[in-house]
């Protein structure tokens, strides 16, 4: 995210309000993932859900991230928030329940059950032994910052858990995102863009601007 959260901002309502033109030019190219100013338009809106398009290029980042400034446990560090020596599952759940109307309880009590164990079992499958099967561990709901009802916003609230969670509670519960759904989207998308393994660079002139903070209106 860059120093100047007003970048971020300027770059997504740039590309939102310029969709006609920017709908074919490439934006973003991590690994396999590869995407057009029409999947920014897609996913990037306030109020639409995210395609994992735009999840996969980050757990990509994070990845190379690790094998680059943690090499002593690179490849050990997975987004599957267990803790075998307490035999815990911590579930970060961005849904504000009080102001649902309902209970945390209510939707995780069987709903989590079945996914731990089925990404234990999953993970036996793809590396059987590799991990501790954790599918009876005792399942813990994390304090969490909580998103703006029906913002939609669950998967970039997710994206900044999977950037901060290190297996201890107090780097997810000190975590500050904003409930702004127009922030949130923008410094994502921003980061994104701008990250040292987007192979779509060059970007577009108009797009690159962004990058620096002496930033004008590509369209005035």
Known sequence: MPSDVSLSV??????????????????????????????VL???????????????PFSSILFKEDM?????TFGKRIFIPTSV????VDIM??????????????????????????????????????FCRFGGFRRNMMKCPKMQICSN??????????EAYDGNRESIETLS????????????????MFSEYNQAAPLHPDIEMFRQSDVVDPVA
């Open 85 to 88: 020596s307490v035999t815990r």
């Open 10 to 39: 300027q770059l997504r309502d740039f590309l939102l309000t310029n969709g006609g033109r920017m709908d074919s030019v490439k934006l973003l190219e991590i690994d396999s993932s590869v995407a057009y100013g029409y999947d």
């Open 153 to 162: 916003d669950c998967a970039f609230y997710i994206v900044r858990f999977m």
């Open 68 to 72: 680059r400034n943690r090499p002593d």
């Open 177 to 192: 995102i904003p409930t702004n759904s127009s922030l949130v989207r923008s410094s994502i998308l921003h980061q994104l």
């Open 93 to 130: 759940d961005s849904n504000n329940y009080l102001l649902i109307g309902t209970l945390e309880s209510d939707h995780h009590r069987a709903l989590s059950k079945r996914i731990v164990k089925g990404l234990s079992d999953a993970l036996q499958e793809v590396a059987p032994k590799s």
């Open 42 to 56: 897609k996913s990037f809106s306030n109020g639409n859900l995210t395609e994992g398009l735009f999840i996969d």
